[in-house]
Structure formats: C-alpha cells, structure tokens
C-alpha cells in the first residue's frame, strides 16, 4: 500500500474515535472570529507586560499547518486566508476537548480556536488555547516538502495544494485581485463604464486568431467562444455609450507556452474622441499608479531584471526599433530580401508572405524580449491590422501602439477603423486568406453604416501584466487553474 494510503487509515481511525467521544469531524456551524491578521495589528505592537496584564481574549480559525508536541503542551500554527498565528496548547489550561483528545488532531485539520494572547520568549504573539473546535478534518497528510518536488504541473493541478503551502503563490493571486480592483476604480473614476458582452459568437471576430467551437442543442447552432470582444464593445460605442470597458474572459484554440494559455484575462476599454497617443498616455498612468500601488515605487523586478516604470515611456516607430534595438535596416530591403531573413530566423511559410506580416515577425523575433523597460511601439503594417485606422502620411501604416514590458507584449490599442467601406475590404482580404468559407461580420458592417464618432481601443493582457508585478515566469503562475493535460 503506498505510504499516503497508510497514513490516511491511521487518520480515518482518529476520526473514528473522535467521533465515538461526541467530536464531529465535519460540523456545519458558524465561527465567528478575527483574522490572524487582525489580531496580529491590534495587539503586536503590545509589550509582554501589558499583554499580561489585560489577558485579551481572542478567537480565530485556519488549518494546522505545524505541530510540536511537549507532553503535555503543544505549540501549533494555523493558517488563515490572512496568514499564520501560533497556539500554544497545555493540559491544564485546555478546557474543551480533553487534551488527550485534542492531540489526536493533525497537522491539515482545520480548527476554530478561543483563548487570551501572550508573547513567548523569542516575543512571538501567541493564543495560550482555552477551547479548540474541530471544523473540518484533513483525511489527506499535507505534503512535507511540497517545493521539492520535480513536478511543477502537479502544483497547477493541485492549486488547493500549492496554495496552503505556498504563501508566495497565495500572495501572487491576493495581488491579481487587487490589480484587477484598481484597473476597474481607475476606469470607473474616468467615466468608463464597465459592461458584459457576449462569450458564444456566430462568427469569429475582433482577432486573428483560431477559435474553439461548441454547438448549441435548442437553436441548432455552431459557435463559437470569443477570441475578443472588440466588435460588440464598439457596437456600444455606435450605440453613443463613448466610454466602455470590459474584464473579460477570451479562448484561443493555439499553442501553449510561459506566455500563452488557451483561456486567458483581457482588458479591453474604448473611448470615443479620442486617439491611440489619448490611449497611450492613460495607459502609462494608470499602469505607473499601479505599479506604486502594489510595489511603493517605481521599480520592480523581474526574472532577474530591474524594471523602471517612471514615466515618460520610451517609444519606437516599428521599423525605428528594428535598427536601434535589432541592428537592422529594413527600409530599402527587397521582398526577397525579407522572406530570406525570416526563413534565416526559423520561420516557416514565409513565401506568400506580405511585406508587413514579414517585418512584423521579424520584429518580434529581433527586438520583443530585449523591451524589459516598458516601451511603446507605433506605426504598424496595415495588413496585420485589419480594424485599425490607416495613417493619414502612409497608407501602408496603421495608427496602432503595442506596449512591451518584461519581453512582452502587454498591450495592443489603434485609432479604430470607422470607414465601412475600407473595413468591409479589409474583411474581405481577411477571409481569402483565411479560406473561402471564413464568414464576414455583416452586422458589424452594418453597425458602422450607422456611423461610429473617432475612437481609440486598447486591449490589455491581464495575466502578463500580473506577471510582471508579481515576478512571476509562467503564465501558469498567475492562473489560478490552467489548462493542463490530464
């Protein structure tokens, strides 16, 4: 029998007894208590004289997650969603259960605790226990040396584990929520209204990207799930709501890596009369403001970098990085010249290739992972952006930025493409290429007949953007369950 299965009949028998004395090991009740948090601001600062003195009594739950037995006391941490507090527990004081009993509870069990507070002798706060409640019992043996193990997806699959053990990755998803709870303040504060749109599409649009299809039974439907929520969010913004924003789940039916996981986090916010260089300065603040948020300063780090967010942000036109940051001058190459460079770099169908999506790839194969610093990058081809608005000095160029922190494209935002008549075109060459049968968003077509006013779109990478402040080099890290394989 494998050691795991042995160490649980051993717990399944301390639950049997515990129940022939009255313990209920899974009670349904209510235990209202302080954090260990809570406790730890109201009374730390306390001298262990005064301590002595007032005896405050306090209650608190968590789950065991150290024991040290003394005979006839015992000194225990439990954890809480706020942190770790110690108990000290002794036979003589111990009124509810009977200590011999109570020492029949293991580390993992999850506990309420009542009784007054002192310091130790090394001036660690601590609950000298008059009754301990059994909550929940832990029929499974938390493992010992969780970061030892050589599996990393088991962590991923087993979040609920890796959270318990791991207070970095709890710290990493308490700071995702409140990075997510300041982008909404900010957006909301700025008149931004904050909607839902729909995450089952007939047609796959507002990216170039390969979408997952499900089917609807009652309406006899194929659709599929979103790969952006761009069309509908300037659907609103014809419909005259000006300024709207959306957190939004989206699903893209491609490949994984540290910086790609098939469902994913965006921000997407649009507002009209404005422009992408509008966009790019309300982007820079509100991630500097973020980043004094969550980190007191301006500089942070990350996989062994030091990132500077003190503004103002660095900016390239595209084919400017590719010379300073790539050591390469593309403004008179040949096509040929182009499509050799790129099969140089390893990539692969480059023949029926455009100019444009050429130097894109080449671009990010030369200069993305040396962009720690955050830096935006302007001026992109116009056939790898297919629903921004053309530069009125080179109709070959879009008005679009990309920001880049970390290595990383964190951010995508244009003047959005108003004209219908050049974006039903640009739909049209869309879908030769993607195959006769790729659909065209007729509709939207149609919304934009009604007239759109000027406006600029952004769309931010929620998971990446949590990377980068919380130091973190997979993707993985910052999800609190990725996809894996089973």
Wanted: hydrophobic share 40%.
């Amino acid at each position: 029998m494998e050691p795991v299965q042995e160490l649980m009949k051993v717990r399944i028998r301390k639950m049997e007894e515990l129940k022939s004395f009255g313990i209920e090991p899974y009670p349904q009740r209510a235990w209202e208590c302080q954090t260990t948090e809570k406790i730890k601001e109201l009374y730390g600062n306390m001298e262990e004289e005064e301590l002595k003195e007032s005896s405050p009594s306090v209650r608190c739950a968590g789950r065991i997650v150290s024991f040290r037995d003394f005979g006839k006391s015992v000194f225990f941490h439990i954890l809480d969603r706020k942190g770790k507090i110690q108990i000290y527990a002794r036979k003589d004081v111990l009124e509810s259960p009977e200590y011999e009993l109570f020492k029949k509870f293991d580390i993992g069990d999850i506990i309420g605790v009542e009784g007054t507070l002192f310091k130790t002798k090394t001036k660690e706060l601590t609950i000298l226990a008059r009754n301990i409640v059994l909550l929940a019992k832990s029929l499974r043996p938390l493992p010992e040396k969780w970061h030892g193990l050589k599996d990393i997806e088991e962590r991923h699959r087993k979040r609920y584990l890796d959270l318990i053990v791991n207070e970095k990755i709890r710290d990493v998803f308490v700071k995702r929520s409140r990075i997510v709870n300041f982008i909404r303040l900010y957006l909301t504060e700025r008149d931004f209204l904050e909607v839902e749109t729909p995450m089952m599409h007939l047609i796959p649009g507002g990216a170039d990207a390969k979408p997952f299809m499900t089917h609807h039974n009652a309406l006899d439907l194929d659709l599929y799930l979103r790969i952006a929520p761009e069309l509908y969010l300037k659907r609103l913004i014809v419909g005259g709501m000006e300024r709207v924003f959306e957190i939004n789940r989206n699903f893209r039916n491609e490949g994984i890596s540290v910086k790609h996981n098939p469902e994913f986090t965006m921000l997407e916010f649009y507002q009209a009369y404005a422009t992408y260089e509008d966009l790019m300065r309300l982007l820079e603040d509100l991630i500097t403001r973020l980043v004094m948020e969550i980190h007191n300063g301006t500089k942070i780090n990350f996989k062994g970098s030091v990132i500077d967010f003190s503004p103002p942000w660095q900016r390239y036109k595209m084919e400017e990085a590719l010379e300073v940051i790539g050591g390469l001058n593309v403004r008179e190459e040949s096509l040929e010249n182009l499509q050799k460079l790129a099969r140089d770099l390893g990539m692969e169908d480059v023949n029926g290739a455009s100019r444009g999506k050429l130097l894109t790839k080449i671009f990010e194969a030369l200069c993305e992972e040396k962009l720690i610093n955050p830096t935006f990058v302007t001026h992109y081809p116009v056939d790898v952006s297919p629903l921004a608005k053309r530069s009125k000095e080179d109709p070959d160029i879009v008005e679009r930025f990309e920001l880049y922190i970390g290595g990383m494209e964190i951010a995508n935002g244009f003047n959005e493409l108003n004209d219908p008549f050049d974006q039903k075109e640009r739909f049209i060459n869309q879908a030769a290429r993607k195959g006769q049968d790729y659909p065209i968003d007729e509709d939207y077509i149609m919304a934009l007949e009604y007239g759109m006013p000027p406006t600029a779109g952004c769309g931010v990478g929620i998971d990446r953007l949590v990377m980068v402040l919380t130091d973190s080099p997979s993707i993985r890290e910052v999800i609190l369950f990725p996809l894996l394989r089973p």
